[in-house]
């Protein structure tokens, strides 16, 4: 299937990489089709999908249950009238719904937003409104349902809520009855490659969500993330740790994995319990595994040596700067290297530990040569080794595929984030002698003391190997002398909240002065009991700030 978008589909080096990677798209790309339906020709009785949940049911899904469940869905969606350019909202945590739902919203041409079972009426509301949603396709769970109702007196561009059940109220749709009595499909006229396709809403810490909108083309983007990243071939059994309203889904989940012809793992749980997820890998011989730094740290404080992850052979880890420590003790229990990768809800993977490459914990690794990226100053001048830089993305030498087509109906903040020819990303970091790159922080949130730039992962980073800490965030507060100084806002383990108080804020300040350089210990520390976060768990930094 590779071969078919790639000259070449095996490097022998990061430099061979760096150099031969050349992606070719097709006009008209459809993944529903180019994908999906090419491998149920290809290989019908390859499993696509194997799903469990923490009931104890099971299912597989080949590439041919793939093809005929998403057609009949794609006639039942066009049955209620949704077709090219209409937005449908998914709401099905880790149902192996979803797949078929958005395989098929793809074959019609409408816009697919996934989004967290977490949103509330309001949030739900403001998506509504600001997307103008058709229809929404969720988990009958009675939370969920009662939200979504709730909103729709306040939500007129909604016209079909559907349900998966269990629960499917009265004045709602039947997704399993609209499957069974779908008519068969027809295709509808083929989309362009510029099409809107997908779209994320992707809490800031500011304000209200932006809508991140994607092409037809973006799942091709995602080739690099699945097959030189996650390092998966056609016979990988692949497990990412994500609810499918989250980006991160799209990553690890569907887009890639697919492409490459991997087999998807899906556990549905509802809780996270590091004990069941390392029997899952045992039990079904996962073979490649991604997950955030939290779920590496619950797991590593299990006995490891109690189960039997020999068929484990490749790991790789994302969503915020990975401590040493703990792929230390991974490495040692496992003999496996996390390799670290970087991107946004805007992009594919954009950085990271690819297979030819010696990781160095705590560094995002280093550029995917898809994108044309570099490193500048806020004049626009390209940084020299060690020094900070905003991490942007070049727009002038070809398509960049992966990247997004810009913030949904705000042109004022596309055009500051796609000025002088580039996307301005808004993360800073620095890259190294040897062209690894290190996260420092967003823009707005460096903080310059006596003419240092601090960055507040570096300092989070080292608070975290603290016993007492369980969460931080670093901000930056008005000095006289020094411009800013170092602020920890830290929520203390059980263990260590008696001891709350100026012996515990020295202890932790000497022990970041041990960590870290020196100057980017926190001279004021304040403990609370939560940190102020958005929906998707991001700290909310400025508001931390404000008080």
């Known amino acids: 299937m590779l071969e078919k978008f790639l000259d070449k589909t ?3 080096s990061y430099e061979d990489f760096k150099t031969n990677f050349k992606l070719n798209v097709p006009e008209n790309f459809n993944f529903g089709y180019d994908i999906v339906d090419a491998w149920a020709e290809k290989a019908p009785e390859k499993v696509a999908l194997r799903w469990t949940n923490d009931k104890g049911e099971n299912i597989d899904f ?3 249950d793939i093809k005929r469940e998403t057609d009949k869905a794609a006639s039942y969606f066009q049955s209620l009238g949704i077709g090219k350019g209409d937005k449908v909202m998914l709401i099905l945590k880790r149902r192996y719904e979803f797949w078929i739902s958005i395989v098929a919203l793809h074959k019609i041409n409408a816009v697919v937003i996934p989004a967290t079972h977490l949103l509330t009426k309001k949030d739900i509301v403001y998506r509504a409104n600001a997307a103008t949603i058709k229809a929404i396709v969720a988990v009958g769970d009675d939370l969920i349902v009662e939200h979504i109702s709730s909103s729709l007196a306040e939500s007129p561009s909604i016209e079909h809520c559907i349900s998966v059940g269990p629960n499917i109220p009265d004045n709602w749709s039947d997704f399993h009855k609209g499957l069974n009595e779908a008519k068969p499909f027809v295709r509808p006229e083929k989309n362009s490659n510029d099409d809107l396709f997908l779209m994320y809403f992707t809490s800031g810490t500011t304000g209200n969500p932006k809508m991140v909108v994607h092409c037809h083309t973006y799942p091709l ?5 699945a097959k030189y990243w996650h390092n998966l071939t056609e016979d990988s059994l692949h497990l990412t740790v994500a609810d499918t309203g989250w980006g991160k889904a799209a990553w690890g989940k569907l887009y890639g994995q697919w492409i490459v012809g991997a087999t998807i793992f899906v556990y549905d749980h509802e809780k996270f319990t590091p004990a069941d997820m390392l029997a899952m890998i045992q039990k ?11 779920v590496f740290r619950f797991m590593i404080r299990e ?3 109690k189960y039997d992850l020999s068929s484990l052979k490749y790991c790789t880890i994302a969503g915020e700067p990975l401590n040493p420590h703990v792929y230390e003790t991974f490495y040692k229990a496992t003999g496996i290297k996390l390799m670290e990768g970087f991107g946004q809800t805007e992009t594919t993977v954009t950085i990271a530990t690819f297979p030819w490459v010696e990781p160095k914990p ?5 550029p995917n040569p898809a994108y044309d990226m570099d490193l500048v100053s806020a004049d626009g001048r390209s940084v020299e080794e060690g020094e900070h830089g905003e991490i942007v993305i070049r727009l002038d030498k070809r398509p960049q595929v992966g990247l997004f087509k810009g913030y949904y109906k705000d042109e004022e903040k596309n055009k500051v984030v796609f000025a002088d020819n580039v996307y301005h990303t808004g993360d800073v970091a620095w890259r190294d002698e040897d062209g690894y790159y290190w996260f420092v922080g967003r823009t707005d949130d460096v903080i310059k003391s006596s003419g240092y730039r601090i960055g507040p992962f570096e300092v989070e980073s080292a608070l975290m190997t ?14 006289e002398v020094r411009g800013q100084v170092v602020k920890a806002t830290i929520v203390l383990s059980a263990n260590y909240k008696e001891r709350a108080g100026e012996e515990l804020i020295k202890e932790i300040q000497n022990h970041v002065k041990k960590t870290t350089a020196p100057y980017k210990y926190p001279r004021v520390v304040e403990f609370v009991d939560e940190l102020p976060k958005t929906i998707s768990g991001k700290i909310k930094r400025k508001e931390i700030r404000k008080e």
Do not use: K, N
């Open 10 to 12: 095996e490097f022998e």
């Open 62 to 64: 080949t590439f041919a």
């Open 221 to 225: 983007g995602h080739i690099v993330t």
């Open 284 to 294: 079904y011989g996962i073979t490649s595994f991604c997950a955030p730094p939290t």
């Open 303 to 305: 006995d490891l040596s």
């Open 362 to 366: 705590g560094s995002m690794g280093i």
């Open 466 to 479: 603290h016993p007492a800490v369980v969460e931080c965030a670093i901000t930056g507060v008005p000095d």
